[in-house]
């Protein structure tokens, strides 16, 4: 049995926030959280003051601020929650662009576009550090048991997992893009995929000193891929292939 079966079927926490103004980049994260399995509910407020209104009445274990937030109105934000008095124990982390600035305020901090491991290792991460130096509790009960639910238990094999699926997922590029996967539309729409990476004009696109693609490049790529994979809900293999990607 794989180490994502073996993940409770209960999430173990209440509620994420996710805040994030731009649809493609909110919806990648909304299926990372959703794919870790730790909250009942995702909460997508239209802006950083919902969200604070949001914290500050309902039982919120994380919240994730996308990169198309902008680095003062995220301290705004900060500043915003600390005059509202807030006092609860919320994890939050911060999603940045290449080159992003920093925020202080945060447990724990990623740069986007990212695999699903490093997104699943900043999470916890955050988790970690808002909750008593690592020991997070579970405000929910097993409803099988009764019991709190073992996080510690729950962190191990969400590590494992993603560890596993980023493995499989550059796999999987090679065997939907060759041999199609059943119904997955992904092999039809290769040649478009193909096509239009040559329509790309190379001399605009770029990379830094160690190798990575600039933040140009790597929107470029993002909007063409998403106008190419529109739908992604109705077939659960393009989500691994345009991450994989």
Known sequence: MSEVADIPSFPPLNACLLIDSRMSSRKELKAYIDSTNLFENVVEPDSLTSGIS???KREIDTCVLGPSLK???VDGFFADLKASNY????????VTAEGGSEILDVHSKITFPCTRKTFNDGIIEALKKANRAGLVVSKRLDPLTGEPFSLKDIFEKLLASSNTESIASEAKLETLSSKGAGKSEIPSRI????DALKSLELDSLG???DGRPT???QE???TLTDGLFTDDSRDPDILDFKCAF
């Open 220 to 222: 470029r790529i993002r």
């Open 54 to 56: 949001i914290i500050s």
């Open 215 to 217: 933040m140009l490049t």
């Open 87 to 94: 006092s609860g124990d919320c994890a939050f982390l911060l």
């Open 71 to 73: 680095g003062d109105k």
């Open 191 to 194: 040649s478009d995929l193909a």
């Open 207 to 209: 990379f830094e000193t």
